[in-house]
Nanobody, 122 residues
Framework: QVQLVESGGGLVQAGGSLRLSCAAS????????MGWFRQAPGKEREFVAV???????SYADSVKGRFTISRDNAKNTVYLQVNSLKPEDTAVYYC????????????????WGQGIQVTVSS
């Protein structure tokens, strides 16, 4: 059974940082792009960041310069370092994995985690 499990979320003050992790099990994703989405209360799920199997990255404009996505293929894990957090970053963060960069960035990927809450207080 394929699983993506997020960890590292929580409550943080504005300006603070967190490191989100997404550990995959059940198969290797070494050749798969992996990414992060988020969904704030009352809003649609939105793309945050994606990383290719070779390490190429792309970010939503709202997080550029503050968030960094990385991966450790040996650990089958993708990370999201979130810095300079703002209250508007409050959301449930989901990791995903798919066969193409397009599938991951559009949200049409096959594999999703269950999500983890990040709350930023002002």
């Amino acid at each position: 059974q394929v699983q993506l499990v997020e960890s590292g979320g929580g409550l943080v003050q504005a300006g603070g940082s967190l490191r989100l992790s997404c550990a995959a099990s059940g198969r290797t994703f070494i050749n798969y792009p992996m990414g992060w989405f988020r969904q704030a209360p009352g809003k649609e799920r939105e793309f945050v960041a994606v990383i290719s199997w070779s390490g190429s990255t792309s970010y939503a404009d709202s997080v550029k310069g503050r968030f960094t996505i990385s991966r450790d293929n040996a650990k089958n894990t993708v990370y999201l370092q979130v810095n300079s957090l703002k209250p508007e970053d409050t959301a449930v963060y989901y990791c995903n994995a798919g066969q193409t960069m397009g599938a991951v960035t559009s949200g049409r990927s096959a594999y999703w985690g269950q999500g983890i809450q990040v709350t930023v207080s002002s």
